[in-house]
Structures are given as structure tokens and as C-alpha cells.
């Protein structure tokens, strides 16, 4: 009879009158509900008051903007580093803190387009920013902006980074590693100059203890000047490696400023390898100082020596580049434009990536001992960057390497390509006042610009200068040094050109940064001319100033 | 058999209810008050098609209230549609299920509201007292006469993988508020009328000799055994009649009231058996199965037949329980042919053969526990065997 045991207890069901049968009152759970749903809104309120907090207790500052750059919400350190108070901000956007000074619309189409890079991930990029309130007190921070949601709304969020002070001390340490640097190369300076001094003064004593062979004397003389022009090179190296040496841009064909270092260097890389030389058929012009090409030719050519086997080839090109934006996305430090290419490669050893990745720091060499200074490739990345050029490294260990080196393409055809005139080392017959007080320097000048058929009145102090000029001397061009004890050349300049309107005057230095800022020299019918210098820089240098109307 | 009144104790459910013409129309009012803002509106498409879903929803909206109608339930609403109707609900995030038609209307919108509160399937709640959590507020407007869900504390669902009804017995699904309107019955076919009258008959047969019935069901249920006996055919005949009908969903109400009270027994065991086997009409089938459980139960209620047959007109005066009894069952099966019910289960489609299988599933039926005679599986197949 189970069915009839099962029924009895479903009539009592049914009837009703069982515990879970009987009405029940939700209220207190509802109740409980409602005290639970409080507890969890005042801790709500508790933890956005905490996360209020630390938005607040950072140093950095943060902004919250939507697409259009309107601030959504800030951090008091936002306040601080901009000077205004929580009310104010809504009122600005991003463009009122961004300092503009090419303008609004350029500075809001930068803005765009950092805000149409792609990706979840934040992305760092440093900003001129300003105060609005005081716009032109501007400084430099670090952005790093993400994308986020904030309330319904799709939103950046930016944390700026005050970086004026970074900034500043960096510049110090760069200066600090430099004067490190120089240090450090005073020692390998000194030791290749007292090689050469050596090589010149054992030459010199030969030549006056022997009796005067004229078959010989020439080759004499050569040997001391290729020891000569070495230190030279070292000391221009230097010079460019500090960034000190100042730079005389003509606007040029780089196939004849190619052209004529190849030949020389030629002799330098040695019989052994094959030198090729492939300029390119309407190559764009560019705006150079025919010096600084030496330079880099030179410490690619022989980086390429040094990497060359018997047999080997090294091949010199130039071409063409247009580089567009895939292609500046993938060299960090190329920039979209029109650009004229060296390039210099070997069919040497080649690198490893990871000594590629290091070639242009200051002192790496791969070199021995005494045959490099790791300076050479420093020295030409710095004057690529100087004339807003990249370089590119290709390498293959075991096949070979490829140096490219691309400069700016300058626009302006109109200007003659000024180079091509130089070649020849111009003569004169005008008088020429030349003031030195190094005496062996101020022979040298006398005899190169003698032989040229000027006249000189050679003189070792600028006071002497003076008197004889005072004295009824009469000269068509004043060739001064620089730096001189008792009165410089600039004051020289001064004095004589006040009795003497449309004086012309060229300035002779060794190291004349620290000495005088050469955009500060008199223009107007004055030259300059760095030492050492060549006979030829000389003479055309003489000339040019000569020939300005 | 005479109950021992006041020995045991008894509860009497029912909800709040407007009963009159035009009861219908105090849908929006209480939709409101209820605090619904998103209704849910369950009919099947016959009503709609009557134009009684459409007015409520027209009233619900002009109140300002969201609305969803939700058309998918079919004559004995089967489980699939609750689940449907239930993730409707919970999709259009509404707050207040209003049901409008006949009992498989409301039976579907009772399990919609069950499920929208406490997940898992509808099945999972079969039984009594299985209901944990209550459901959203149901306000229930009837279209038929006779089948009471809009009072009750039961829910009818098609188990369509099993092929049988289940019955959902809980306080949980005595609906809210219940506004039943007579003007309804009136889009009702002769044969519907007939049907749902038959239907809320066993409704009060079945609860009047139910072995869990009450003083105060007993009024009710003989009061619309007298309602029903005295107005059904002139009902049938007479659709336009809103007298005729105020008086059956009277009745209607008043079986509601008892059975959802003392339950009810074996001719619904049987019904609901039959109904999720065939998918046929309630009403018909409890019509065909009354007049053999009747026979049955005689024995074990013989006085209570005879109010019974007091209460429906029959000349009883001076018969024996034996002859009281077959006047009884050919009173019931007189109601039935004059009210245009013909045949036997036989003509329904149902088999010799289908009769172990069905009686297999009615036995497990709680309206069993109720039946003045406790009923072996046996005893049911016996009675279906009659029935055809």
C-alpha cells in the first residue's frame, strides 16, 4: 500500500497547513537585501574615495580627454604643474596646453595624428607643453597616453612627466661624457702627434744634415707633409667630434666632391684592393661642407680597409632616394623626403648584429690597439645628423658591408653649384696685411701667399699691425688671426675698419668656438678660414674675400 | 460520509478578485498598482484573434506602460513554451505578467513567472510545494468558463518529452489579482461553452467528495453544481446571453474557489493522462471520463453523491444509494448530450492498447491523493477501458 502512504502525504499538501506551504513574507529578505546593497554602495564610495586619493597623491600628472581633446578630469598634480584650479580645467583642451609655437592648426594636426596611432598599448612621446594661463612660460614633459573608457565614453588618458629638469641634466652629462671623452683621447692624441712631430722633425734633421739632393728633396718634402696633414686629420676629427668645428655648407655635387677625395684616398687604401667608383648619372644636389664629405669618405673607405681581404673590393656609389613613410617607420631615424645617397661598401669580413648595433658609439673599435680611436664612425653619424641626413648598415658576416649615407636633397637649383669653382687655387697681386703671432705660422702664410703673387706685410703682433698701418701702410685685405695675445683679431678688425669703411678682412683660428661666434663675426666683406689650412684653402679663401663687391 | 467540521485545521487560498462586466477593463489600474513599469502580456492567438489581448494591451500602453505580448502558447501550453516565454521575459526585462485567455494562457504565464524568478527548468517544479522563490505579480483575466486557473493554486504543463501533464500545486501561483469579466465568455463556440461548463462541473463534483474538502468548499462547490445544472444548456444554446453567462463563470469561480481549496481526483488524473497523450481539449476529456469515476467513487461517498445529485435538480426522493447513484450518472451523462458532447474516447483516436500506457502515467498524478477512493493503476486502466 505505498501508493496510499504517498497519497496521505500529498493530501496534507495539498490541504496545505506544511511549513513550506504556509504564506511567507519577503520583506525581511528585501530588507536585507536593501542593507546589503548600502553596505556595498558606501564601500563603493569608500574605494573611489581611495582611488581618489592615490589619483591624486601621484606626482605625475594625468589628464583624462575625450577624442576632440576636451579634459574630462584631472589629478592635482595637473593643477600644479599647470597652474590652475580644478574648476577652470573643463574649460580647456589639450590644444590650450600645448605649446604652439607654429601655430594652432599645425600644432592640432601634430595632436591628431598622435592620437590616430593604432594600439591598446600606451605610447611615450615627449611635448612641448605651456601654461594657459601664462602661455609663454613652456616646458617639456613625457607623454604617455592610452586608450580607455571612462564612464560610457571613449577617452585618453594621458600621464605627463615634468622633463625639464631631466632634460637639463642630460645636457650636462652629455657635456660631462664629452669632456670624458676628450680626456681620454688627449692621451691617444698626444701619443699620434709626437708620432708624426717625430716623423716630421727625424725628416727636417735629415734634410739639413744631408747634403741638398735636388732629386730627393720633393719626396723629402712630401713624406713631412703627409705626416703633417695625419695630425691635421686627427685634430679635425676631434674637432667634429665635438660638434665644435664650424661648418661651411656650399651647396655641391656630390659626385665631384666624391670625385676628388677618391683619387687621393686611393693611394691610402693600397694597391692591393680595387677601388670602384660609380657616381650616379642626375644626381640631386645637396648642401654640404666639401670638408665634412672628406671626412665621412674617409672614415668609411677606411673602416673598408680595415675590413678588406687581398682581392677584395671596395666600391664607392651615389644615387637617388626618395624615402616615404613605410620606409621612415622602419629607419627610426629617417625622415620623409628626397635624399642623395653615398654609399660606400666592401666585400670584407662583414659584422656580427651585434657589433652593427655599436659601430657608431664614441670608442667602440673592433681595431687593434693604436690603429683606431672609435671615434671615426662617431664622428661621421654626428655630421649626417648635423646635416639632417641617416645612415643605414647593411652587413653580412663573411660577404661583406654596406655603409649608405643619405643627405638631404637641397631644393634650391637656382644656387650654382659652388664647389666646381674651387678646384684651382686662385692667384692674386693685391697687398695683403697678415697678422699672426705664431712666427712659424706667420712665415708659412707669408710664402704660400707670396707664391701666389701677392704682397704681404707679415706681422707678428696686432699692435705692430696698427702702427704700420697708422703709418701710411697701405693693403687691400687684412689676414688676421683670431685669438692673439694683447687684442684679437675681431678688435684689429675694428680698429682699422674705422679709418678703412669696407675693410676686408679674413678671420684665420684653430679653434674659434670658444673664442667667438662666427655668426657674430662682421659680414660684410669678411671671410673666415679654419686651421690648419691648405695652400689652396688658403688662396681661395684670400680670393673670396678679395672678389666681394 | 459527513466531514467531522472544525476537527482539523483548514486554510482557504484565494486571490484578490473583481468579478462583474467589464471587470477586464481595471487591467491597467492594477497593472500600475502592482508596481509593473515592463508588462509582459501572455495569450494564445485564438483570444487574440477575439480582440481581448489587443484591448488590454491598448489599456496597459495608454497607462504609460511598456508592454511585450508574448503569443506562443498552444491549447495544454507545453514546457518549451514556458522556457520561450520565460527568456522573453527576462530579455525584455519586465516586471508583471499579465494573462489573458484560458487556462492554457494562464497555466503558461504561472510558469513563465515560476522560471523568470527561479531558473532551471519548469519541470523541476512539479509537485507540491516546490515553488521556493515567488514570481513576479500575475494579473489573470479569463476567457473561458471552466477552467479556473485565474483563482487556483495549480499549473497544468505539457512534459512534451513524456507525453503527460504535470501539475504545479503552490501557494506561489495563486495569481495576484484575478478580474473576471462574464462579457469574455461571449467569442466562446457552443462546443467551447460546453466543454469549460463540463470542466468547472468536475471542477465541483471532484472537490465536493474530495477527501480533502472543507465547510467552506462545500459551499462553493455545491453552489456552482446548482449554477452549472441550472444555466449550462440554455448557456449553449443562447451564446449571446450575458445573463446566461455571468451565471456559468459565476459557477466557474465558485468550482475554482473549492477545488483550488480540496483538490480534486481521479477524472483529472485521468484528464491530464489524456491530454498530454492526444493534446485533446480539457474540458472534453474530463467530460468523457466523469461519468465513469463517478460510478466509481460511489461506494466511498454515496451521501455526498446525493447532495450532489440534490444540488443538480435530480428527483432523489425516496431512492436507494444504489439507485441514486446510476440516477446520478445519467443525470451527468443527460447534461453532457444535451449540451452537444458525443462518443466516447473511442472516437477521439484512443486504442485498446494505448490504455496500460496511459493509466501508467495517470496513476502518478497528485489529484489521485484527493479521490474519495485511493485508485490502483488497475482501477484507472479499468475506467479508461470504460470511457471508450
Given at each position: 500500500?505505498?501508493?496510499?502512504?504517498?497519497?496521505s502525504e500529498?493530501r496534507?499538501g495539498?490541504?496545505g497547513?506544511?511549513?513550506?506551504?504556509s504564506?511567507?513574507?519577503f520583506?525581511?529578505?528585501?530588507?536585507?537585501r536593501?542593507?546589503?546593497?548600502?553596505?556595498?554602495?558606501?564601500e563603493?564610495?569608500?574605494?573611489?574615495?581611495n582611488?581618489?586619493?592615490?589619483f591624486?597623491s601621484?606626482?605625475?600628472?594625468m589628464?583624462?580627454?575625450?577624442?576632440?581633446g576636451?579634459?574630462?578630469?584631472?589629478?592635482?598634480?595637473?593643477?600644479?604643474?599647470?597652474?590652475?584650479?580644478r574648476?577652470?580645467?573643463?574649460n580647456?583642451?589639450?590644444?590650450?596646453l600645448?605649446?604652439?609655437?607654429?601655430?594652432?592648426e599645425?600644432?592640432?594636426?601634430r595632436?591628431?595624428?598622435?592620437?590616430s596611432?593604432?594600439?591598446?598599448?600606451?605610447?611615450?612621446?615627449?611635448?612641448?607643453?605651456?601654461?594657459?594661463?601664462?602661455?609663454?612660460?613652456?616646458?617639456?614633459?613625457?607623454v604617455s597616453?592610452?586608450?580607455?573608457?571612462?564612464?560610457?565614453?571613449?577617452v585618453?588618458?594621458?600621464v605627463?612627466r615634468?622633463?625639464?629638469?631631466?632634460k637639463?641634466?642630460?645636457?650636462?652629462?652629455?657635456?660631462?661624457?664629452k669632456?670624458e671623452?676628450?680626456?681620454?683621447?688627449?692621451g691617444?692624441?698626444?701619443?699620434d702627434?709626437?708620432?708624426?712631430?717625430?716623423?716630421?722633425?727625424?725628416?727636417?734633421?735629415?734634410?739639413?744634415?744631408?747634403?741638398f739632393?735636388?732629386?730627393e728633396?720633393?719626396?723629402h718634402?712630401?713624406?713631412?707633409?703627409?705626416a703633417?696633414?695625419?695630425?691635421?686629420?686627427?685634430?679635425?676629427?676631434?674637432?667634429?667630434?665635438?660638434?665644435?668645428?664650424?661648418?661651411?655648407?656650399v651647396?655641391?655635387d656630390?659626385?665631384l666632391?666624391?670625385?676628388g677625395?677618391?683619387?687621393?684616398?686611393?693611394?691610402?687604401?693600397?694597391?692591393q684592393?680595387?677601388?670602384?667608383?660609380?657616381?650616379?648619372?642626375?644626381?640631386?644636389?645637396?648642401?654640404?661642407?666639401?670638408?665634412?664629405v672628406d671626412?665621412?669618405?674617409?672614415?668609411?673607405?677606411?673602416?673598408?680597409?680595415?675590413?678588406?681581404r687581398?682581392?677584395?673590393?671596395?666600391?664607392?656609389?651615389?644615387?637617388?632616394?626618395?624615402?616615404?613613410?613605410?620606409?621612415?617607420q622602419?629607419?627610426?631615424?629617417?625622415?620623409?623626403?628626397?635624399?642623395?645617397?653615398?654609399?660606400?661598401?666592401?666585400?670584407?669580413q662583414?659584422?656580427?648584429?651585434?657589433?652593427?648595433?655599436?659601430?657608431?658609439e664614441?670608442?667602440?673599435?673592433?681595431?687593434?690597439m693604436g690603429?683606431?680611436?672609435?671615434?671615426?664612425?662617431?664622428?661621421?653619424?654626428?655630421?649626417?645628423?648635423?646635416?639632417?641626413?641617416?645612415?643605414?648598415?647593411?652587413?653580412?658576416?663573411?660577404k661583406?658591408?654596406s655603409?649608405r649615407?643619405?643627405?638631404?636633397?637641397f631644393?634650391?637649383?637656382g644656387?650654382?653649384?659652388?664647389?666646381?669653382?674651387?678646384?684651382r687655387?686662385?692667384v692674386?697681386?693685391?697687398?695683403?696685411?697678415?697678422v699672426e703671432?705664431?712666427?712659424?705660422?706667420?712665415?708659412?702664410?707669408?710664402?704660400?701667399?707670396?707664391?701666389?703673387?701677392?704682397?704681404?706685410a707679415?706681422?707678428?703682433?696686432?699692435?705692430?699691425?696698427?702702427?704700420?698701418?697708422?703709418?701710411?701702410?697701405?693693403?687691400?685685405?687684412?689676414?688676421?688671426?683670431?685669438?692673439?695675445p694683447?687684442?684679437?683679431?675681431r678688435?684689429?678688425?675694428?680698429k682699422?675698419?674705422?679709418?678703412?669703411?669696407?675693410?676686408?678682412?679674413?678671420f684665420?683660428?684653430?679653434?674659434p668656438a670658444?673664442?667667438?661666434?662666427?655668426?657674430?663675426?662682421?659680414?660684410?666683406?669678411?671671410?673666415?678660414?679654419?686651421?690648419?689650412?691648405?695652400?689652396?684653402?688658403?688662396?681661395q679663401?684670400v680670393?673670396?674675400?678679395?672678389d666681394?663687391? | 460520509?459527513?466531514?467531522p467540521?472544525?476537527?482539523?485545521?483548514?486554510?482557504?487560498?484565494?486571490?484578490?478578485?473583481?468579478?462583474?462586466?467589464?471587470?477586464?477593463?481595471?487591467?491597467?489600474?492594477y497593472?500600475?498598482?502592482?508596481?509593473?513599469?515592463?508588462?509582459?502580456?501572455?495569450?494564445?492567438?485564438?483570444?487574440?484573434?477575439?480582440?481581448?489581448?489587443?484591448?488590454?494591451?491598448?489599456?496597459?500602453?495608454?497607462?504609460?506602460?511598456?508592454?511585450?505580448?508574448?503569443?506562443?502558447?498552444?491549447?495544454n501550453?507545453?514546457?518549451?513554451?514556458?522556457?520561450?516565454?520565460?527568456?522573453?521575459?527576462?530579455?525584455?526585462?519586465?516586471?508583471?505578467?499579465?494573462?489573458?485567455?484560458?487556462?492554457?494562457?494562464?497555466?503558461?504565464?504561472?510558469?513563465i513567472?515560476?522560471?523568470?524568478?527561479?531558473?532551471g527548468?519548469?519541470?523541476?517544479?512539479?509537485?507540491?510545494?516546490q515553488?521556493?522563490?515567488?514570481?513576479?505579480?500575475l494579473?489573470?483575466?479569463?476567457?473561458t468558463?471552466?477552467t479556473?486557473a485565474?483563482?487556483?493554486q495549480?499549473?497544468?504543463?505539457?512534459?512534451t518529452s513524456?507525453?503527460?501533464?504535470?501539475?504545479?500545486?503552490?501557494?506561489?501561483?495563486?495569481?495576484?489579482?484575478a478580474?473576471?469579466?462574464?462579457?469574455?465568455?461571449?467569442t466562446?463556440?457552443?462546443?467551447l461553452?460546453a466543454?469549460?461548463?463540463?470542466?468547472?462541473?468536475?471542477h465541483?463534483?471532484?472537490?465536493?467528495?474530495?477527501?480533502a474538502?472543507?465547510?467552506?468548499?462545500?459551499?462553493?462547490?455545491?453552489e456552482?453544481?446548482?449554477?452549472?445544472?441550472?444555466?449550462?444548456?440554455a448557456?449553449?444554446?443562447?451564446?449571446?446571453?450575458?445573463?446566461?453567462r455571468?451565471?456559468?463563470?459565476?459557477?466557474s469561480?465558485?468550482?475554482?474557489?473549492?477545488?483550488?481549496?480540496?483538490?480534486?481526483?481521479?477524472?483529472?488524473?485521468?484528464?491530464?493522462?489524456?491530454?498530454?497523450?492526444?493534446?485533446?481539449?480539457h474540458?472534453?476529456?474530463n467530460?468523457?471520463?466523469?461519468?465513469?469515476v463517478?460510478?466509481?467513487?460511489?461506494?466511498?461517498?454515496g451521501?455526498?453523491?446525493?447532495?450532489?445529485?440534490?444540488?443538480?435538480?435530480?428527483?432523489?426522493?425516496g431512492?436507494?444509494?444504489?439507485?441514486?447513484?446510476?440516477?446520478l450518472?445519467?443525470?451527468?451523462?443527460?447534461?453532457?448530450?444535451?449540451?452537444?458532447?458525443?462518443?466516447?474516447?473511442?472516437?477521439?483516436?484512443?486504442?485498446?492498447a494505448?490504455?496500460?500506457?496511459?493509466?501508467?502515467?495517470?496513476?502518478?498524478?497528485?489529484?489521485n491523493?484527493?479521490?474519495?477512493?485511493?485508485?490502483?493503476?488497475?482501477?484507472?486502466?479499468?475506467?479508461?477501458a470504460?470511457?471508450?
Amino acid at each position: 500500500m505505498r501508493r496510499k502512504q504517498d497519497w496521505s502525504e500529498m493530501r496534507e499538501g495539498i490541504i496545505g497547513l506544511g511549513e513550506e506551504s504556509s504564506r511567507r513574507s519577503f520583506y525581511p529578505e528585501l530588507m536585507d537585501r536593501l542593507a546589503e546593497l548600502e553596505r556595498a554602495q558606501a564601500e563603493i564610495t569608500r574605494s573611489q574615495e581611495n582611488l581618489w586619493t592615490v589619483f591624486n597623491s601621484m606626482s605625475d600628472a594625468m589628464i583624462i580627454h575625450d577624442l576632440e581633446g576636451r579634459i574630462l578630469e584631472v589629478n592635482d598634480a595637473m593643477l600644479a604643474m599647470f597652474g590652475l584650479v580644478r574648476g577652470m580645467c573643463r574649460n580647456y583642451t589639450v590644444l590650450d596646453l600645448t605649446a604652439a609655437p607654429e601655430g594652432r592648426e599645425a600644432t592640432w594636426a601634430r595632436l591628431a595624428e598622435l592620437w590616430s596611432r593604432p594600439g591598446d598599448s600606451a605610447n611615450t612621446s615627449e611635448w612641448k607643453v605651456r601654461r594657459p594661463l601664462a602661455p609663454e612660460e613652456t616646458f617639456e614633459v613625457e607623454v604617455s597616453l592610452r586608450r580607455g573608457r571612462w564612464y560610457e565614453q571613449e577617452v585618453f588618458i594621458a600621464v605627463l612627466r615634468d622633463i625639464s629638469e631631466r632634460k637639463r641634466l642630460e645636457a650636462r652629462l652629455n657635456e660631462t661624457q664629452k669632456l670624458e671623452a676628450m680626456g681620454q683621447l688627449a692621451g691617444g692624441i698626444a701619443h699620434d702627434t709626437n708620432n708624426m712631430l717625430a716623423v716630421i722633425l727625424g725628416w727636417v734633421d735629415l734634410l739639413l744634415e744631408t747634403p741638398f739632393d735636388p732629386g730627393e728633396f720633393p719626396s723629402h718634402l712630401n713624406r713631412i707633409r703627409k705626416a703633417a696633414l695625419n695630425s691635421t686629420e686627427l685634430i679635425r676629427q676631434l674637432l667634429a667630434f665635438a660638434r665644435r668645428q664650424p661648418i661651411q655648407p656650399v651647396v655641391a655635387d656630390l659626385n665631384l666632391l666624391v670625385d676628388g677625395t677618391q683619387r687621393m684616398l686611393g693611394r691610402l687604401i693600397g694597391e692591393q684592393y680595387a677601388l670602384r667608383w660609380r657616381p650616379a648619372q642626375g644626381l640631386w644636389p645637396v648642401r654640404m661642407d666639401p670638408t665634412q664629405v672628406d671626412q665621412i669618405l674617409t672614415n668609411l673607405l677606411l673602416n673598408a680597409r680595415d675590413a678588406v681581404r687581398p682581392g677584395d673590393t671596395i666600391t664607392i656609389e651615389t644615387a637617388n632616394l626618395s624615402v616615404d613613410a613605410v620606409y621612415a617607420q622602419a629607419h627610426p631615424d629617417a625622415a620623409e623626403g628626397d635624399y642623395t645617397v653615398l654609399v660606400v661598401s666592401d666585400t670584407g669580413q662583414g659584422m656580427p648584429p651585434e657589433v652593427v648595433e655599436k659601430i657608431f658609439e664614441p670608442f667602440f673599435t673592433t681595431k687593434a690597439m693604436g690603429r683606431g680611436t672609435g671615434l671615426g664612425l662617431a664622428t661621421v653619424y654626428g655630421i649626417v645628423r648635423q646635416n639632417h641626413g641617416f645612415i643605414t648598415v647593411y652587413s653580412v658576416p663573411g660577404k661583406g658591408t654596406s655603409f649608405r649615407v643619405h643627405f638631404p636633397r637641397f631644393l634650391d637649383e637656382g644656387a650654382a653649384t659652388e664647389a666646381a669653382a674651387e678646384a684651382r687655387a686662385p692667384v692674386g697681386t693685391e697687398t695683403i696685411l697678415l697678422v699672426e703671432d705664431e712666427e712659424s705660422l706667420l712665415e708659412l702664410g707669408r710664402n704660400l701667399l707670396e707664391s701666389a703673387g701677392y704682397r704681404v706685410a707679415p706681422m707678428a703682433h696686432p699692435l705692430e699691425a696698427l702702427r704700420w698701418a697708422e703709418e701710411g701702410g697701405h693693403f687691400d685685405l687684412l689676414a688676421t688671426d683670431l685669438v692673439m695675445p694683447g687684442m684679437n683679431g675681431r678688435e684689429l678688425h675694428d680698429k682699422l675698419s674705422a679709418k678703412r669703411p669696407g675693410l676686408k678682412t679674413l678671420f684665420l683660428s684653430g679653434y674659434p668656438a670658444g673664442a667667438i661666434d662666427l655668426d657674430r663675426l662682421p659680414g660684410e666683406g669678411c671671410g673666415f678660414l679654419q686651421k690648419p689650412f691648405t695652400r689652396t684653402g688658403l688662396l681661395q679663401a684670400v680670393r673670396r674675400v678679395l672678389d666681394r663687391a | 460520509m459527513e466531514s467531522p467540521a472544525l476537527e482539523e485545521l483548514r486554510k482557504f487560498v484565494a486571490p484578490e478578485f473583481i468579478f462583474g462586466r467589464d471587470a477586464r477593463k481595471l487591467v491597467a489600474r492594477y497593472a500600475r498598482k502592482l508596481g509593473g513599469k515592463r508588462i509582459f502580456l501572455v495569450s494564445d492567438p485564438g483570444v487574440h484573434a477575439a480582440g481581448w489581448a489587443q484591448e488590454a494591451l491598448d489599456l496597459l500602453v495608454a497607462e504609460g506602460l511598456i508592454v511585450t505580448l508574448f503569443l506562443g502558447v498552444s491549447p495544454n501550453p507545453r514546457d518549451g513554451e514556458v522556457m520561450e516565454g520565460a527568456a522573453a521575459f527576462r530579455e525584455s526585462g519586465s516586471d508583471l505578467v499579465v494573462a489573458v485567455g484560458g487556462g492554457s494562457a494562464m497555466d503558461c504565464a504561472k510558469g513563465i513567472g515560476i522560471v523568470a524568478q527561479n531558473r532551471g527548468s519548469i519541470l523541476d517544479y512539479e509537485g507540491v510545494d516546490q515553488v521556493p522563490e515567488p514570481m513576479p505579480p500575475l494579473i489573470c483575466i479569463p476567457t473561458t468558463g471552466g477552467t479556473s486557473a485565474d483563482v487556483s493554486q495549480f499549473a497544468i504543463i505539457n512534459n512534451t518529452s513524456e507525453k503527460v501533464k504535470i501539475a504545479i500545486i503552490s501557494k506561489a501561483v495563486v495569481p495576484d489579482v484575478a478580474l473576471i469579466d462574464p462579457c469574455t465568455l461571449v467569442t466562446m463556440s457552443p462546443y467551447l461553452t460546453a466543454c469549460t461548463g463540463i470542466d468547472a462541473l468536475v471542477h465541483a463534483i471532484e472537490a465536493f467528495v474530495s477527501n480533502a474538502q472543507s465547510p467552506i468548499t462545500d459551499l462553493h462547490a455545491l453552489e456552482a453544481i446548482r449554477l452549472i445544472s441550472d444555466n449550462l444548456r440554455a448557456s449553449v444554446a443562447a451564446p449571446g446571453d450575458l445573463e446566461l453567462r455571468g451565471r456559468i463563470m459565476l459557477a466557474s469561480l465558485q468550482a475554482g474557489l473549492a477545488f483550488s481549496n480540496a483538490s480534486l481526483g481521479c477524472v483529472h488524473a485521468m484528464a491530464h493522462s489524456l491530454g498530454g497523450f492526444l493534446d485533446l481539449p480539457h474540458g472534453e476529456c474530463n467530460a468523457l471520463i466523469l461519468p465513469h469515476v463517478m460510478a466509481y467513487n460511489l461506494p466511498a461517498a454515496g451521501d455526498r453523491f446525493r447532495r450532489i445529485g440534490e444540488a443538480m435538480g435530480l428527483p432523489l426522493d425516496g431512492l436507494g444509494e444504489k439507485n441514486c447513484g446510476r440516477a446520478l450518472v445519467d443525470g451527468v451523462l443527460e447534461l453532457r448530450r444535451s449540451c452537444g458532447i458525443h462518443g466516447g474516447l473511442g472516437d477521439r483516436g484512443v486504442k485498446a492498447a494505448d490504455l496500460p500506457g496511459l493509466a501508467e502515467k495517470a496513476i502518478e498524478d497528485p489529484c489521485n491523493a484527493t479521490n474519495p477512493r485511493p485508485p490502483t493503476r488497475g482501477d484507472l486502466e479499468a475506467l479508461y477501458a470504460e470511457a471508450l
